[in-house]
């Protein structure tokens, strides 16, 4: 029976050790509950503005690809293009430089070689001195760069600068192969 009474004894030990940490908690709540409350809400209008937010970015970004299938369709479509322009800068870029190379619209990419977007920009003014076929420069397309200028070098009757020009390119280059047939031709073209 001794056993059984100090069973008794332990769990109302452990009762009243629940009870007495429920009224710390309930005495808790009772003092910070404004606190509690405005973390709660603040926590719920920020889940809810992050949903709103990531929505709007969402319908931005289906406007603009939408407004860029309907140009791939119909190029001559103003108001898919003006939508493009407002709701995905970048992408309407990168369409327009699409179009004026396709084009070989020499106004357009001078524009864009003024782009903030740093690919469109190199690219654009790489592809703009080529067409004008002048000697150029460009981070992306540097070996293409190297062997453009090195080609108007040949033109030019220039064969020992266009062979110093084409052994810039690097062995790994996918490029290399192509720069060495050129490197050969400029031997006859002494």
Known sequence: ??????????????????????????????????????????????????????FIEQHRLNSANEAFLTLLKDSKNSEALNLLKEKNPPLFELYSYNRAVTNRDLKELESLKESKNSIISDVSGYHLTVMQRQQTSSKLYSDMATINNAYLLIKNGKMAEAKVQ??????????????QIIRHYTIKGK
């Open 1 to 54: 029976m001794s056993i059984k009474i100090k069973d008794i004894k332990e769990e109302f030990t452990a009762d009243e050790q629940m009870l007495v940490s429920a009224f710390k908690l309930e005495k808790f709540y009772k003092k910070h509950k404004i606190k509690i409350i405005s973390i709660l809400v603040a926590l719920i209008l920020a889940f809810s503005i992050n949903q709103i937010l990531i």
């Open 166 to 179: 084409l052994s810039l390119i690097d062995e790994k280059s996918p490029l290399y192969n192509i720069s």
